[in-house]
């Protein structure tokens, strides 16, 4: 129990710094990394409570996915599901070129992306911190 509470705990500090590594370069117009951070912030977070509640297995990188898998520990996770799913977004497009139909990353997403990103994550971030009943 120790070291999966040990090992949760990692993960939830590093998606609290990619949330504020997210805010800070949003504050720099650097949206289009905003964004993939506000991605992974909401990541780690779902994996931190995986890693919590006993999951054998946790991989993968589509927060939509992580959430659906916590389902199965938690079913009020189902309430966090559709913003998780639209975090996913972000993951590809966000950093390839060639993800997108036209432009660069750096031009195609803008201010209101990044804070939407931010603002999911962070609802993400606050609802595992709930469930996870500050033991985290």
């Known amino acids: 129990m120790k070291n999966r509470k040990e090992g949760a705990k990692r993960w939830l500090l590093q998606a609290l710094q990619d949330l504020d590594d997210a805010k800070f370069n949003l504050s720099g117009k650097k949206n289009n ?12 977070a779902l994996k931190a409570f ?7 297995e ?12 916590a389902q199965n520990f938690d079913g009020e996770l189902g309430k966090i599901q559709d913003i ?3 975090l996913d977004k972000y993951y590809i497009p966000t950093r ?7 432009g660069i990353p750096s031009e ?8 939407k990103a ?3 994550a962070d609802k993400i971030i606050n609802f595992i911190k709930t469930k996870t009943e500050g033991e985290l």
Request: hydrophobic residues 40%.
């Open 33 to 44: 990394i905003a964004c993939f951070l506000a991605q992974q912030s909401a990541e780690k």
């Open 50 to 56: 995986l890693i919590f509640k006993g999951a054998e």
């Open 58 to 69: 946790v991989w993968g990188h589509s927060v939509g996915e992580l959430c659906k898998d």
């Open 84 to 86: 998780s799913r639209s």
């Open 96 to 102: 390839y070129p060639n993800a997108l139909p036209g």
């Open 108 to 115: 195609v997403f803008d201010e209101g992306d990044a804070q």
């Open 118 to 120: 931010i603002s999911m």
